[in-house]
T-cell receptor, first 110, second 112 residues
Framework: NAGVTQTPKFRVLKTGQSMTLLCAQDMNHEYMYWYRQDPGMGLRLIHY???????AKGEVPDGYNVSRLKKQNFLLGLESAAPSQTSVYFC?????????FGPGTRLLVL | SQQGEEDPQALSIQEGENATMNCSYK?????LQWYRQNSGRGLVHLILIRSNEREKHSGRLRVTLDTSKKSSSLLITASRAADTASYFCASLPNTGFQKLVFGTGTRLLVSP
């Protein structure tokens, strides 16, 4: 099993550009999450999903959108990137309580 | 912010010593979990303690939970250089859905 995978691993964007981060899990988990990690801030929840076709806002959802068209995939979109979105993004999945994390995507917005 | 807090922010010890990290959280919880993050990697689950438990062990890890003080501690005994990582506590509030609230983390450096 690959567990939770994320693509891309690293990306540089210019302000105003858009991109999609892809998360895939092969553990048949119902719940999936997107977090961002900034220095000294720990992990903050952006959006989450409780199952295929569902999404919900987390603690810091502004500027991001998500979709969960298939159970195994959870996409995070930035429609118009801003420097404040420079961060490391982690995807996770869980069922029921323990979360399994992907390796992260490092995003730099210039 | 609902984030929990951990102290110390950084801890430097020698191999063979014990390392203790503390975590405080803000709401009533269902359980509290500890995760490890090696540099440049994702988080890995270490141990879970439920709100009706006071202490739990797993190998060299010992976790305590004091719900009256809304605090937890993680003890790593006989530390090894390979234990060098950041450690995060994550509390699961009693609010229905599985949204973990992470602490700010403790950076542990274990020197040979």
């Amino acid at each position: 099993n690959a567990g939770v995978t994320q693509t891309p691993k690293f990306r540089v964007l210019k302000t105003g550009q858009s991109m999609t981060l892809l998360c895939a899990q092969d553990m048949n988990h119902e719940y999936m999450y997107w977090y961002r990690q900034d220095p000294g801030m720990g992990l903050r929840l952006i959006h989450y999903s409780v199952g295929e076709g569902t999404t919900a806002k987390g603690e810091v959802p502004d500027g991001y959108n998500v979709s969960r068209l298939k159970k195994q995939n959870f996409l995070l979109g930035l429609e118009s990137a801003a420097p404040s979105q420079t961060s490391v993004y982690f995807c996770a999945s869980s069922y029921p309580e323990t979360q399994y994390f992907g390796p992260g995507t490092r995003l730099l917005v210039l | 912010s609902q984030q929990g807090e951990e102290d110390p922010q950084a801890l430097s010890i020698q191999e063979g010593e014990n390392a203790t990290m503390n975590c405080s959280y803000k709401t009533s919880i269902n359980n509290l979990q500890w995760y490890r993050q090696n540099s440049g990697r994702g988080l890995v689950h270490l141990i879970l303690i439920r709100s009706n438990e006071r202490e739990k062990h797993s190998g060299r890890l010992r976790v305590t939970l004091d719900t009256s003080k809304k605090s937890s501690s993680l003890l790593i005994t006989a530390s090894r250089a390979a234990d060098t990582a950041s450690y995060f506590c994550a509390s699961l509030p009693n609010t229905g859905f599985q949204k973990l609230v992470f602490g700010t983390g403790t950076r542990l450096l274990v020197s040979p």
